[in-house]
């Protein structure tokens, strides 16, 4: 039987931040950039009189539909499918409108993956499988397998995992576990 490899949606599969930082642009007019929410949430990186419009727009209907998938992330995804079976775990009730977006942008961008992979869960500790590849350390302190760290703006001090960068670094990280 496969392993199983559990991905994480926002800012793993999903570059969620690419979204994100186009629509404070639409919505204020000024250039938010990736230093510029370095080391924060990005809630905590803009004027405290804007965060709550921030955070508004995870829970509009449509904007979870067209976030970018994150670089190299199919390719890896598809080929990893050859080892793994590969369900895809997103803490959906944070965002409970944006489920049936998710279902739809899911089966767009990764039709390698079948639906009955889609875990939209409330918490990753009832997620089972042998690793889980996820952005939020809180998600990987709770789970029972390896969890993996994807790097992140808000997680970069983090130490107590191991801590891939990129897709390609994913890609090498299993080509090294036999
Ligand atoms: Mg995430």
Redesign the pocket.
């Known amino acids: 039987m496969k392993e199983v490899l559990a991905v ?5 599969a999903a570059d ?1 931040v690419a979204k994100r930082l186009r629509r404070y642009a639409a919505d204020f007019g000024e250039v938010l950039s990736r230093e510029a929410i370095h080391g924060k949430q990005i809630r905590d990186a803009v004027p405290p009189s804007r965060s709550a419009q921030v955070e508004a727009c995870l829970d509009e209907p449509g904007f979870s539909r067209d976030v970018p998938v994150m670089r190299d992330a199919r390719w890896v995804l598809e080929e990893l499918a050859g080892r793994f079976e590969i369900i895809i775990a ?2 959906a009730m944070d965002h409970p409108v944006s489920l049936h977006d998710r279902y739809l942008w899911l089966r767009e961008s990764f039709p390698f993956v079948p639906d009955r992979g889609y875990v939209f869960c409330g918490s990753k500790r009832y997620v089972r499988a042998d690793y889980l590849i ?3 350390p809180r ?1 990987l302190e709770i789970f029972t397998g390896h969890g993996i760290l ?1 790097d ?1 703006h808000h997680n970069v001090s983090e130490k107590r995992f191991d801590r891939v960068c990129s897709w390609r670094d994913v890609h090498r990280y299993f080509a090294t576990r036999p």
């Open positions: 994480d949606l926002d800012e793993v969620t997103t803490s996820d952005d939020n998600n994807f992140a």
